[in-house]
C-alpha cells in the first residue's frame, strides 16, 4: 500500500452507516474448506432483511457476491431484482476455495487469496469480475476479499480490474495466528491508496475497542495475542471484566448494547463512517453458528433494526450506500 491519505467528510457532515453482506454459499463453518460446498439456496432469504429493516430506513446495502453466487442463477435472479429496483448494491468477494480457475490445493493457507501466486489470485478476479458483469450487466466497483485475505498484490489486481473501492481491512486485528494477514496497525477511519497507477479508497470494517484500557487496547490486544496469554485467555478476561472490549460492528459476533458502546467510543474519538456487516447464509437458520433457528433469526433482525434506530435517532446518523459515499467523500 502506498500512500495512504485520510478520506474525510466535511466536519458538520452526520455519521454516515453502511452495511456490506458477504454474499456467499452455504457451508459447514467448523469442517475444512471444500470446494464441493457451493449450494445457495439462503440467497431467497435476503429481501426479509429488506422487508423488515432496510426499505424502512432507506438503506441501500451492498451485496458482495462470490462465484457460487454470481452463477447460479436463482440467486442471481434474486439480488438483481433488488438491484434493478434501487434497493441493493453488487460489489465481488472472493472464495478462492470455490472459485476457478482451481489450479491451486485447497487447504487453510490457500483459503487467504492474498496467499497465491499473484496470476492465480489475478485470473480468479478476473474470472469473477466478468462473471458478475454478465450476471448483473454493470461491472462492479467495490471488493471484499473472503476471510479478509488481502495480500502482496491484490490492491493492483483489483485496481487493474477497475475497482475503485476496496472493504477487507479488519482493523486491530490480526490473522497471522491462521496465516492470513496483519491489520494490527489499521484503524477504523477510511483512506485512500495508491495501487497500479490508480486512486482506491478503503473503507474499513467497523472494528474498534471499548471500555476504559481502550486507549491502551492495541498494546494489549498485542499482548494478549502471545501464546502464554493466549493459553490464560486474556482477551476474555480483559472483555469479561468490562476493561477492554475489541468489538466488531456486527450482529452476528456483538450484542445491541456492544455495537451501540462500540459506536459510542469511536464517535467520541471522531469517527465519521460505521460499517455494518454479516454473512447472508446467516439470514436462514442453520447455516452459520450465530443464526441456529428461527428464534436466533428473530433476534438478528431485530438487533439490525433496533441499531439502526439508534444510529439514525441518538447517534444523529444517516445512511448511505457504498457508492454514495465514495461520491461524498469525493466532494470533500
Ligand atoms: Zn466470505
Redesign the pocket.
Known sequence: MHNPVPARLSPNERPVMLVII???EEFAWDRPFDRASTGTGSIASQPLMHQRVFDEFGIVPTY?I?WPVATTAESVAVLRGMMDEGRCEIGT?L?PWVSPPHDEEVSRFNSYAGNLPRQLEYDKLRLLTEAITRSFGRAPVAF?A??YGLGAHTAKSIAALGYRIDASVVPYTSFIHDDGPDFSAFDEHPYRFEAGGRTLLELPVTTGYAGWLRSHGPALYALAQQPLARTARLGGILARSGALERIRLSPEVATGAEMRRLSTALHRDGCQVFSLTY?SPSMAPGHTPYVRDAADLERFIATVRDYCAWFRDELGGQFMSMTQLEARLAAS
Open positions: 458477504d454474499t456467499e458482495v462470490d468477494h472464495h471484499k473472503g476471510r454473512h
